[in-house]
């Protein structure tokens, strides 16, 4: 690498207008690290109803279609994080008997009253062959704010109550797909909109998960497949600072979500089209930093990431035109160290989608994916200087190495 940057001390890169003149110093080091699985994508809750999203959500997808298995495996290795909004009101039905009792009954029923957010034995050893099938490993968000209601409904009126999660993990610890699952989370954006205050109360639900895992997968178990507490799950600087403050000692891996505009927002259009999308590596330093300061091994994932939320914009976010933002995003994200993964929101479902549910053909953001996988590595290489453009906020180039033999620069 060396020898070879010494010859590509200077390159330049010729576009259709003009000539950018691209310095690799010859002292450039690694930045930093992202994981092989560095990009990565989401599965959604939505149910049959909800616009955008068809037959797409974790329940009904067609988890056995060819081209859903080729795509995932294109993109392998990846984890793919189940979750979203609806995840806090899922159920798992874990029970093998059609006279179930106890608590068993109470989920069973509550599965009859809405399927579309019921999660049976059946169909999560489905969710889990497809994964293991496509070389993925699931990050699995489990309901809180379900399991903190009252009689009456109201969000946040009780200690979390773990029974059903616990039926979930010990479930999935003697399953034969049982390794295919990397780590879970604990609720989707608890505190967004005030729909849980008592932080006291998250922060004990996560101390109680840990015991579960601890009591679940013994020490006696190789430690390497023992499921990872992620969290918090959340949006925006101030509450993930905020969370990460009170729950940074009970997560191995700090995970945030990251939108950069609504769906719905007519200012959308016009920010695809310019040069505001793109994004520098310091627009993601705050949460680095945050990581950094609560907790004893920092490690950050962007756990639910697209263009847009409100299930993204047609003709935007799943059209070519987005694929400039994603391809800068990923550049951006490998040199915010203790960054090292971006779930991409969704592998199917929204338009925001990597897979089209209609036709389960590709979208133009899965072959930057699947491209980047091919032709870009883990290392983050500095520094990168584009001396011609150096006063410009327009332009940014990022250097990424696959080795041996040749680096890739963005």
Same mark, same amino acid.
């Given at each position: 690498?060396?020898?070879?940057?010494?010859?590509?001390?200077?390159?330049?890169?010729?576009?259709?207008?003009?000539?950018?003149?691209?310095?690799?110093?010859?002292?450039?080091?690694?930045?930093?690290?992202?994981?092989?699985?560095?990009?990565?994508?989401?599965?959604?809750?939505?149910?049959?109803?909800?616009?955008?999203?068809?037959?797409?959500?974790?329940?009904?997808?067609? =988890?056995?279609?060819?081209? =859903?298995?080729?795509?995932?495996?294109?993109?392998?290795? =990846?984890?793919?994080?189940?979750?979203?909004?609806?995840?806090?009101?899922?159920?798992?039905?874990?029970?093998?008997?059609?006279?179930?009792?106890?608590?068993?009954?109470?989920?069973?029923?509550?599965? @009859?009253?809405?399927?579309?957010?019921?999660?049976?034995?059946?169909?999560? @050893?489905?969710?889990?062959?497809?994964?293991?099938?496509?070389?993925?490993?699931?990050?699995?968000?489990?309901?809180?704010?379900?399991?903190?209601?009252?009689?009456?409904?109201?969000?946040?009126?009780?200690?979390?109550?773990?029974?059903?999660?616990?039926?979930?993990?010990?479930?999935?610890?003697?399953?034969?797909?049982?390794?295919?699952?990397?780590?879970?989370?604990?609720?989707?954006?608890?505190?967004?909109?005030?729909?849980?205050? +008592?932080?006291?109360?998250?922060?004990?639900?996560?101390?109680?998960?840990?015991?579960?895992?601890?009591?679940?997968?013994?020490?006696?178990?190789?430690?390497?497949?023992?499921?990872?507490?992620?969290?918090?799950?959340?949006?925006?600087?101030?509450?993930?600072?905020?969370?990460?403050?009170?729950?940074?000692?009970?997560?191995?891996?700090?995970?945030?979500?990251?939108?950069?505009?609504?769906?719905?927002?007519?200012?959308?259009?016009?920010?695809?089209?310019?040069?505001?999308?793109?994004?520098?590596?310091?627009?993601?330093?705050?949460?680095?930093?945050?990581?950094?300061?609560?907790?004893?091994?920092?490690?950050?994932?962007?756990?639910?990431?697209?263009?847009?939320?409100?299930?993204?914009?047609? +003709?935007?976010?799943?059209?070519?035109?987005?694929?400039?933002?994603?391809?800068?995003?990923?550049?951006?994200?490998?040199?915010?160290?203790?960054?090292?993964?971006?779930?991409?929101?969704?592998?199917?479902?929204?338009?925001?989608?990597?897979?089209?549910?209609?036709?389960?053909?590709?979208?133009?953001?899965?072959?930057?994916?699947? =491209?980047?996988?091919?032709?870009?590595?883990?290392?983050?290489?500095?520094?990168?200087?584009?001396?011609?453009?150096?006063?410009?906020?327009?332009?940014?180039?990022?250097?990424?190495?696959?080795?041996?033999?040749? @680096?890739?620069?963005?």
């Amino acid at each position: 690498h060396n020898q070879l940057r010494s010859k590509l001390h200077t390159t330049v890169l010729h576009t259709m207008k003009n000539q950018m003149e691209i310095s690799i110093q010859q002292n450039a080091s690694t930045i930093g690290i992202v994981r092989p699985e560095f990009i990565s994508t989401t599965l959604d809750w939505w149910p049959l109803e909800t616009r955008a999203w068809g037959n797409s959500s974790v329940i009904h997808a067609d =988890l056995t279609h060819p081209n =859903l298995i080729a795509a995932a495996k294109g993109l392998s290795p =990846l984890f793919i994080r189940v979750g979203g909004s609806q995840a806090d009101s899922a159920i798992y039905n874990m029970s093998t008997s059609t006279t179930t009792v106890g608590e068993a009954n109470r989920f069973a029923q509550a599965c @009859d009253k809405n399927p579309q957010l019921c999660l049976t034995m059946q169909r999560w @050893d489905e969710v889990l062959k497809f994964a293991q099938d496509a070389g993925a490993r699931i990050v699995f968000t489990l309901a809180y704010i379900r399991h903190t209601k009252d009689e009456s409904g109201q969000n946040d009126q009780q200690d979390w109550d773990s029974t059903n999660a616990k039926q979930l993990l010990q479930y999935t610890a003697h399953s034969k797909y049982a390794t295919t699952v990397f780590g879970f989370e604990l609720g989707n954006e608890v505190t967004h909109k005030g729909k849980i205050e +008592n932080v006291t109360r998250l922060v004990n639900a996560y101390a109680e998960l840990r015991h579960i895992i601890d009591e679940t997968w013994p020490s006696t178990i190789n430690d390497k497949h023992k499921p990872k507490i992620l969290g918090p799950a959340s949006t925006g600087q101030s509450i993930t600072t905020k969370l990460l403050k009170a729950l940074g000692s009970h997560v191995d891996i700090a995970t945030y979500h990251k939108y950069h505009g609504g769906g719905k927002e007519e200012a959308l259009v016009k920010y695809a089209k310019s040069t505001s999308i793109i994004q520098h590596p310091n627009k993601f330093h705050g949460i680095s930093s945050t990581s950094n300061k609560y907790m004893d091994k920092p490690e950050v994932w962007v756990g639910e990431g697209a263009m847009a939320y409100n299930s993204g914009r047609q +003709n935007i976010t799943d059209s070519f035109v987005g694929s400039f933002w994603f391809t800068n995003l990923l550049g951006a994200i490998s040199k915010s160290v203790p960054h090292t993964v971006y779930c991409r929101q969704a592998l199917v479902g929204g338009y925001y989608e990597l897979i089209s549910h209609e036709t389960m053909k590709a979208r133009p953001d899965y072959w930057i994916a699947h =491209l980047w996988k091919r032709l870009v590595g883990t290392k983050s290489i500095g520094p990168i200087l584009s001396p011609s453009r150096e006063d410009s906020p327009d332009e940014y180039t990022f250097g990424c190495c696959e080795g041996p033999g040749y @680096d890739t620069l963005l």
